[in-house]
């Protein structure tokens, strides 16, 4: 067999699994998602990932079938196309939420970070902060920079489980996603652990001790929150609408109440 034919083999026994891991690996030499989304632009329709990806589980399915019987081959492609989507989707959704939450997550320590400044250095003769006195202030502040710093471990958190349990363990997110990251949760928590210092030395009730099962309920959340608007939206571009609606409802129906 020539280096060519073991090469196609090798390519066409790739699980959907490992081919998304094959093109986030090549995705990742981009810096960023929008230099890769540049370059992909660039090369026309034939590059589009999705596509792409489609072809390859398609041709990998197909490889994968020939002894078996044509329905058995037509479910295994149709698993494997779906397989493919979903992960494409997973990726995605794990970049928008990360995004968001960086984004959400620079204003509000910019907010928390001008009113800690305003709380503590107004001594009660000219007022201008939103609390009504110090004691309140520094103790909002104090909780409202904790349940950030929590928030953004229990995303963080979801990520990785959600990463290990579909990607292999491999990063979803772009190096730059994950240098901003980084950089961002390690300023909510120093902000955090300013404002609970110096709640202790204004002599401040302490905070209740953290909860683990609590923190451990947020995590199953923001996992379905990664899992489940994959899984629709890749039963929708399957044709399979009424599952789609289905998942999406169960997972909608604990945020309406």
């Not at 890769?36 to 990998?60: C, H, K, M, N, T």
């Not at 489980?161 to 950089?183: H, I, K, M, N, Q």
């Amino acid at each position: 067999m020539t280096a060519e034919r073991r090469l196609v083999a090798l390519e066409t026994s790739l699980s959907p699994t490992q081919l998304v891991l094959r093109w986030l690996a090549e995705a990742h030499q981009y810096d960023d998602f929008d230099a890769y989304s540049r370059a992909i632009f660039a090369l026309g329709p034939g590059a589009l990932p999705l596509d792409r990806l489609v072809r390859e589980a398609r041709a990998s399915a197909e490889a994968a079938s020939q002894h078996g019987s044509r329905e058995q081959g037509d479910d295994a492609l149709r698993a494997a196309i779906r397989r493919i989507v979903f992960l494409f989707h997973l990726v995605l959704r794990a970049i928008e939420l990360a995004q968001a939450a960086l984004d959400r997550e620079a204003l509000v320590c910019t907010a928390l970070s001008a009113h800690l400044g305003l709380v503590m250095a107004d001594e009660g003769r000219a007022w201008h902060s939103v609390f009504p006195n110090r004691a309140a202030g520094l103790t909002a502040l104090r909780d409202g920079a904790v349940a950030r710093s929590a928030e953004l471990r229990a995303l963080e958190a979801a990520r990785k489980r959600v990463e290990t349990r579909y990607l292999d363990g491999y990063p979803a997110l772009f190096p730059a996603t994950v240098r901003t990251w980084t950089e961002q949760r390690e300023r909510t928590d120093t902000l955090a652990e300013i404002t609970v210092r110096l709640a202790e030395l204004e002599g401040l009730a302490p905070m209740p001790a953290n909860d683990p099962d609590t923190f451990e309920a947020r995590v199953g959340e923001l996992i379905a929150d990664h899992v489940e608007p994959a899984r629709v939206k890749a039963l929708d571009e399957m044709g399979e609408g009424r599952r789609a609606v289905s998942i999406a409802m169960a997972w909608l129906e604990p945020k309406l109440g």
